[in-house]
């Protein structure tokens, strides 16, 4: 159908319509005063019908103060005014078509284009962010392409001006598919929904696909909501792990957990782009580490060590030396060659063939060169670092150390690179032992630098102890094993690499180890500074960071800690390292087993109603165990970053309504006087009704259904409510206002008392199906809850 071409629109002639949208439709003109052409975006008679009072003064008021902004990246507005009833934008003309003009045409962009442009989208961003302007309305056909290849932002503030065509109850502006969780709940205009915008569109331009489409509209618009957005697999081998991270903090649905800012998205961007060539830290460093060389070796100990060590190593490493030349080498010393046997002849080397090796010939030949190796050079460390005023501390170092040094063998996916595995864990903190035993005042000042102030603040270990020696812990450790000739390949290992852990497996052999390494050290450090009732439930956290990257399942972390701890109870009886009742080394032999203070396990999540139990079968586990595993992720993060209570029960209570499919989710807490639960906050149908309503008498004699769950603090899933022995003991209000026929009792309880309840229904019985992956899950955030409410009491 023809549309009629409105001749004039105040001063300016409408020549040719370049595009039409929902609400404005927009107009090639001739501007006779400046005699030159401009783009016209007139709105809909439709639009201003339908749009609130006021709403079109304040879409004016806002292009006028976008008319301010001059930047190459924005397409700035001429001016803004109603002619006739009909309010319109006058724009720069731009010459060329919109970005999803040229990805529909192709071909597809590289990933070091796509990026590039992304780089100007997220500029203008900046630019207008500053100015207080928050687009709202992102998407390839608001960014223009002109005739040098560079993004133009369009549109900037006015769609946040305009009210959709809808009923819906809140005032909900954007685009579905490109709309932030935030904006599509009708939350505030804020910076953050234009990055989670630009991530969505970066990510549908590194992959070729739609991340969030859908032919109902208000179905993507929910689906944000609820459904974290994710790069598709199978992408151009130029997006690696880096840009892919970069992408995904972007689409993070929770605002903390995304880029704060457009300015920091695109200088991440901007680094993966041209990377910055890192300046030589070895040349710099070098004077330091002649100095501290030269001050440990006026130690009589330091000479001797680095020559055995660099004798074992230079053995091991060489292919032509024979089983014999080891096995000399090692003879050479007699206290090492006693520790090495008492080490071989206990039950962790039975495997090998072992169990009365009384010569080092023998156990070269079972144990093979780099397992011996590996104990000859954690005993030479051993056995030179011994005898010192500050002995326990060094002691405690050393048990550390081989602690993770065992954690990572027990790791590693590979058995052929378990050995290097135990090595390169092992010395990943070589310069802080070594600076512990040779400059223990500067060691302790290090500790008193990254201890926290009254007002909390520290600095990290390696930024207090460059500030003591004059470079890091990491640089003097990698000085010295340069020094000792150790392989690149294990100086690489003992490099710490930064940041999180990448969120799929990595593939390159070398840098697994370096994550490993880490990892594994991480782990140990945490057992060894943490109070035991606390340790499960933390280093369960840990596993949880680096599985993926690591391709290592959580259970298998808590496994490998287990195996870890009594071959390390073994190495302490053996060499006769005895530890005082209290020192905290102590802590690395304890068992690493769940606490009712930390993850209240002793209450295993069971499907039962009341005695009776029954066995389900789950639905779709795969799906709903990734929803709460990764909730669980996502958590963990929260409280370790920018902790807040509220916003933790909230991601609780979310994971497990959008896990389960459940019809509400509801948390409630226990009063001052700790004789009633009452709801709080919940996700689903009617909960600001509802949730005031759920209260739970724990004084009430005899108890009902939900308080006597709640006092023994057994985790419950009721299959069918409408069962005679369960209705019997419902109350009333229950049956009236909830209506469910299926629900799950989740109580959080601390110091054996009732703190809280985490209770989820369904309008159908059976609904609720769970297997032995999701019980735990359930079971993991409602620990985390509990924790939550320990932390944030201090």
Known sequence: MAVELPPQLGRFRLLSRLGEGAQATVWLAHDPLLDREVAVKLLKAQALDTAEPGTVDEWLHEARAVSRLTHPNIVPVFEADTQGGRSYLVFEYVSGGTLSERLRAGPKLTAAETVTLMLGVLDGLTAAHAAGLVHRDLKPSNILIDARGRARVMDFGIAARVSPATNAPTRIVGTPGYISPEAARGAAPHPQMDVFAAAVMLAEMLSGQRLNHDPDPWRAVQRVQTTDLVLPSGLDPAVDDALRAIVQRGLAREPAARWPSAAQMRDALAAWLRPVAEPDAEAQDAPVLDFLLR???????????????????????????????????????????????????????????GGGISTVSRAVALIGFAGIRNLALSLVLLERMENKGHAQRLREDFLRSLMAASLARELCMNDRESEEAFLG???????????????????????????????????????????????????????????????????????????????????????????????????????????????HAKVKALAQRHARALGIQVERFEQAADVARQRLAQVTEALDLHLPPNARAQRLLAPLTPSTHDSLAEHDLATQVLERTEVVTPREPAQTSEILAAGVQEITDAMVN?????????????????????????????????????????????????????????????????????????????QDARAANIAARLPGWFKTEMQAQSFLLLPLVLKGAPLGLIYADHAEAGAVQLGDKELSLLRTLRNQAVMAFRQAAG
């Open 295 to 353: 001050r440990m070796r006026h130690k009589s100990d330091f000479p001797a060590l680095s020559d055995a060590i660099q004798r074992i190593q230079r053995l091991t490493q060489s292919e032509h030396e024979s089983l014999s030349s080891l096995s000399n080498e090692i003879l050479k010393d007699v206290a090492l060659t006693q520790k090495l046997l008492r080490l071989v002849n206990t039950a962790a080397y039975r495997h090998t063939g």
């Open 425 to 535: 864990a092992m010395l990943h903190h070589l310069g802080r032992t070594l600076t512990e035993f040779y400059f223990p005042e500067e060691a302790e000042a290090v500790r008193r630098l990254v201890s926290p102030t009254d007002d909390g603040q520290a600095i990290s270990e390696a930024t207090a102890s460059a500030q003591v020696l004059g470079m890091s812990y990491e640089a003097l450790g990698l000085g010295v094993a340069r020094q000792w000739g150790l392989p690149d390949s294990l100086q690489r290992a003992m490099r710490r690499p930064g940041g999180e852990a990448p969120p799929k497996l990595i593939e390159d052999a070398a840098e697994r180890q370096r994550w490993l390494a880490r990892a594994s050290n991480e782990m140990a450090e945490l057992i060894l500074h943490t109070p035991p009732e606390q340790a």
């Open 642 to 718: 920018s902790f807040q209570l509220n916003a933790v029960l909230r991601m609780i209570l979310e994971t497990i309504y959008r896990a389960l499919r459940l019809r509400r989710v509801i948390f409630c807490l226990r009063d001052a006087r700790g004789q009633t639960l009452t709801g709080r906050l919940g996700v689903g149908d009617d909960i600001e009704r509802l949730a005031p309503l759920l209260r739970v008498d724990l004084t009430r004699q005899p108890p009902d259904l939900l308080a006597a769950v709640c006092i023994k603090g057994a985790d419950t899933l009721i």
